[in-house]
């Protein structure tokens, strides 16, 4: 998410920033969220469920088009991703960026549904109308970012 920071939202004039999947988790591994990235930028925080680093609960509450999206290991917890995608384009108006496992071992938050590789990044993009931008693979992630 960094690299996404450092290489599309920097350029971008005072943007305003959805963290779609915000809510911070009690694990250990999980110590820094999107908020500690994206420090300094209007950062908004949403999640299905309260909780730690979310200001807006529910998709119906979101107000608001935000220059930026952002969602990261969200959605592998998604049914139907294809639709979660294209349920998201009206809430940006410049970039997207998702990250997404391809490799890990299953943990259900309350379920877990697939993986990721830049095939299928790509065309649930394609799906959804969102231009890709980049797609990367990483280790064990995929990262996709995309505009309107």
């Known amino acids: 998410m960094a690299y996404f920071r450092d290489k599309y939202v ?48 529910g998709y119906e509450n979101i107000k608001a088009v935000y220059d930026v999206l952002i969602s990261g290991q969200v959605m592998e917890h998604v049914k139907q991703p294809w639709h979660w995608l294209t349920s998201l384009t009206p809430y940006f108006k410049k970039y997207i960026c998702v990250i997404a496992p391809h490799t890990c071992a299953e943990h259900r938050l309350p379920i877990d549904t697939y993986r990721y590789f830049p095939d299928g990044m790509r065309d649930l993009f394609d799906y959804a109308g969102i231009e890709e931008v980049e797609i990367i693979k990483d280790k064990y992630e995929t990262v996709g970012i995309g505009k309107l």
């Open 10 to 57: 920097s350029l971008l004039s005072d943007p305003t920033i959805l963290d779609v999947g915000s809510r911070r988790m009690s694990s250990r591994s999980y110590k820094l969220t999107y908020r500690d990235v994206f420090f300094g930028y209007k950062y908004t925080g949403m999640d299905i469920v309260p909780g730690r680093n979310v200001d807006i609960v």
